[in-house]
């Protein structure tokens, strides 16, 4: 069985790399863009050890509204984009908007990836504050439209895991979330 040898940037000359750009850059009329990365409420439902998010425990007064989102969408799509990530200084699903974004971004033929830490999947209590739905439906409801969910996982172990996130019980809730 043969070795599988992966390459990265550092494989290539810089002869090559600047080659590339320029041949691609001939074969495009317009800018193009691939995708759009927005980023959402600075509110998170955790206290990571590494992370500044959600120090303040209350949403930034110049926070995007939803009209912007879907302009930032819209702008996007125009420019060739086919992707639109949710990701940022806090939790997306933290954002009240977010299901409107994903109908939105659906509507313009765009996929939606969010990368979330997904305790709010299996916090009902928090989903029916900020969603008006439980954890359940939330994610219904981004399925229906073609979400794509990023999770990341601080550890397997419990008190690692609510060590590293600051916050009592959410491994649990987590766990219920997958």
Not at 8 to 37: A, M, Q
Not at 66 to 93: F, H, M, N, R, Y
Not at 122 to 129: A, V, W
Request: hydrophobic content about 35%.
């Amino acid at each position: 069985m043969g070795v599988l040898r992966l390459r990265g940037l550092d494989d290539f000359k810089k002869e090559g790399l600047v080659k590339f750009w320029e041949n691609y850059n001939t074969k495009v009329d317009e800018p193009k863009i691939l995708g759009v990365s927005i980023s959402c409420s600075n509110m998170c439902n955790l206290r990571c050890i590494y992370c500044y998010a959600g120090i303040d425990k209350k949403p930034l007064q110049n926070e995007l509204s939803l009209d912007e989102q879907k302009k930032i969408i819209s702008d996007a799509k125009e420019l060739g984009a086919k992707t639109v990530v949710l990701c940022g200084d806090g939790e997306p699903t933290m954002d009240k908007n977010l299901v409107e974004m994903a109908k939105h971004a659906k509507n313009n033929n765009m996929v939606m990836v969010v990368v979330s830490n997904a305790v709010i999947f299996g916090d009902d209590d928090l989903c029916k504050k900020i969603h008006k739905m439980d954890g359940e439906s939330l994610l219904k409801s981004l399925y229906d439209n073609d979400v794509s969910l990023i999770i990341k996982l601080e550890s397997l172990d419990e008190q690692k895991y609510e060590y590293v996130v600051g916050v009592k019980g959410a491994y649990k809730k987590y766990r219920t979330a997958i």
